[in-house]
């Protein structure tokens, strides 16, 4: 399949899916050029002018047509690890990593290209395997897997992936048009139609077995030959007598039903008071604080707000505090001094890498040479718990700094959740931070880290 025909095919998917939708399951083979889907759902610029000219269509739209096709191959259901990085099983690790990386560009939520909500699932459905397949036992052990449960190849397999065929010579792809609707739709009074016919039918006949029977039919010579049936009276009140059971029976049901409705959203109201209860306590220790307390408030003293889901990463606020509580002083920095700007730009993009688990972006907001605490190697500490730990969300707050020419002192407390990699067992971990900055030809770096941390 050549550059053309892989984007002939994303276009076709994109414009009519539902003709391509078996076809695009988790069996299906992987068509080959998925190297240049790539290059254009990146935004390549020369790919997509290149692939734009040959088919007649506009660069943003073989892009969307593009990214919609790793989509549905990549992230079909039931996909094997090796189908959600868009590989075969006999890649090396290297090309695993390349393809990890490559798709988590494209699809991590925090990404220009991956605005959308609904892309975490795919970040954690890539990070899921690269983890399996990335170490070579969990590898080993997966792979006997697939291979026991691997379906056998036969005359009713998975069709390849193939293009439609050309309409008069110059598309390969169906037109934009209505004219699948208008066959559909002269349909559309028949089928309604017969189901009127059909439900009429119905009726009738059921009105038909409900009627009570008035015995054999007596053929007589006249109409006054014909005896006049008897009143049933018991089955008339039998029938009646079941008709109110059903009644009051339905008629409970509802009842509660709606008891249990009205429960459940006096138990929602309940819980959404206390929540906003406490997060106006929470501000007002803010205001405070903000109004010129420099104490920071211990952790017992701080009402903990319930988040609406564990694994919802809380967004940093950052409040700033001056050194002196006098707002008359003019903090105007200088070229070569630390700002208040200086000091929330490094605070969070320490927090952003942090929660992303990148150690080089970690790493390069600390000076060359820094420690830890207890004169260990940082960047093997910061490694080893991205290793270990799953990051889940952090929390700094109370956050103050006292500036002082080109350094700055700044304290914070913070909350951790973290998730162990090898059994899943989340840990809630809540200190204090002090950050020690300093501003250096216009760069400001870490010189020096001290938490004091306790499990929750």
């Given amino acids: 399949m050549t550059a053309t025909d892989i984007v002939e095919l994303a276009l076709a998917c994109y414009r009519d899916p539902l003709a391509y939708q078996r076809r695009l399951g988790s069996s299906a083979p992987l068509p080959a050029g998925l190297e240049q889907l790539l290059a254009l759902a990146h935004g390549s610029a020369a790919a997509l002018a290149d692939a734009a000219r040959h088919c007649g269509v506009c660069p943003a739209e073989v892009q969307d047509a593009a990214r919609f096709l790793i989509q549905q191959l990549c992230f079909a259901p039931g996909a094997s690890h090796y189908r959600t990085l868009g590989l075969e099983p006999s890649a090396s690790v290297e090309q695993i990593k390349e393809r990890h990386r490559r798709l988590m560009w494209l699809f991590h939520p925090d990404r220009a290209a991956g605005r959308e909500t609904w892309n975490a699932s795919y970040a954690a459905r890539l990070n899921d395997s690269w983890d399996t397949l990335s170490r070579p036992q969990s590898r080993e052990r997966y792979d006997a897997g697939l291979s026991s449960t691997a379906p056998t190849a036969g005359a009713g397999g998975p069709r390849p992936l193939s293009l439609p065929a050309r309409v008069h010579g110059r598309s390969r792809w169906p037109a934009a048009s209505g004219t699948h609707f208008a066959q559909r739709r002269r349909w559309l009074p028949i089928l309604v139609l017969g189901g009127c016919t059909l439900v009429a039918a119905l009726l009738v006949g059921a009105s038909h077995l409900m009627r009570p029977s008035a015995g054999p039919l007596v053929y007589a010579a006249s109409p006054a030959a014909l005896p006049a049936p008897a009143p049933d009276f018991a089955v008339r009140e039998a029938e009646l007598e079941w008709a109110q059971e059903q009644r009051e029976r339905i008629a409970a049901t509802v009842a509660a039903e709606q008891d249990q409705h009205f429960a459940l959203l006096a138990q929602a109201f309940e819980r959404e008071s206390e929540r906003l209860r406490l997060e106006g306590l929470r501000e007002q220790q803010v205001a405070s604080v903000r109004r010129g307390d420099l104490a920071i408030p211990t952790r017992t003293q701080l009402p903990r707000v319930p988040p609406a889901s564990p694994l919802v990463v809380v967004p940093v606020p950052l409040v700033s505090q001056a050194a002196t509580p006098n707002p008359a002083v003019d903090r105007t920095p200088t070229d070569s001094s630390?700002?208040?700007?200086?000091?929330?730009?490094?605070?969070?993009?320490?927090?952003?890498?942090?929660?992303?688990?990148?150690?080089?972006?970690?790493?390069?907001?600390?000076?060359?040479?820094?420690?830890?605490?207890?004169?260990?190697?940082?960047?093997?500490?910061?490694?080893?718990?991205?290793?270990?730990?799953?990051?889940?969300?952090?929390?700094?707050?109370?956050?103050?700094?006292?500036?002082?020419?080109?350094?700055?002192?700044?304290?914070?407390?913070?909350?951790?959740?973290?998730?162990?990699?090898?059994?899943?067992?989340?840990?809630?971990?809540?200190?204090?931070?002090?950050?020690q900055l300093r501003k250096h030809a216009d760069r400001v770096v870490i010189e020096a880290i001290d938490y004091q941390w306790r499990e929750n």
Avoid: C
Wanted: glycine letters at 8%; proline letters at 1%; charged letters at 25%.
């Fill in 338 to 435: 630390l700002s208040d700007r200086d000091v929330r730009s490094l605070v969070k993009r320490y927090t952003r890498a942090y929660q992303r688990a990148d150690l080089n972006a970690v790493m390069t907001l600390f000076a060359p040479g820094t420690r830890n605490r207890d004169g260990s190697d940082l960047r093997r500490g910061y490694a080893q718990t991205f290793q270990v730990y799953m990051i889940r969300g952090l929390l700094l707050h109370d956050l103050r700094w006292d500036l002082h020419g080109e350094t700055a002192s700044v304290y914070a407390g913070f909350e951790l959740s973290l998730r162990q990699r090898n059994n899943g067992q989340l840990s809630q971990l809540a200190g204090t931070l002090r950050l």
